[in-house]
């Protein structure tokens, strides 16, 4: 049976993975992105995998303080992730594929956020609720530049 402390770090692995697999599609887009608003998305990109890879620290982390080891390997935190989304064909497809990670995500920490709930971890739930807010604010703001 899994414990609600269990459930709490398990959820914790999951949101770890899927930002990894954000962070890595994101800074991808960086490089690769093209078209009239290269100089927008660019920069827009890196300020979003900065955040991500920074989040990455603070979630791994907290699994530490909860008594759990943080992924040693690309597997073990890949493990929860998902599949990647496929190439984008043009900046406006980076764009569209992100919001719908963005949302996955959201998702996931929604989930995640009410293990910590049941678990009393306070803490873990404030940290997700932080990175919650976030997505959603890049969700608008992806939204609002699709016109
Ligand atoms: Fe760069």
Redesign the pocket.
Known sequence: MTTANQADIDALNTVLGQTFRLYVQTHGY??NVEGPSFRQL?DLF?AQYRNLWSALDDIAERIRVKGAYAPRTVVELMANAGPEADPAKSAEDMIAKLIAEHRAISGTLRDAISSAGEAGDEVTAGLLTDRLEWHETEIWMMTASQG
């Open positions: 960086h490089w660019h890196e």
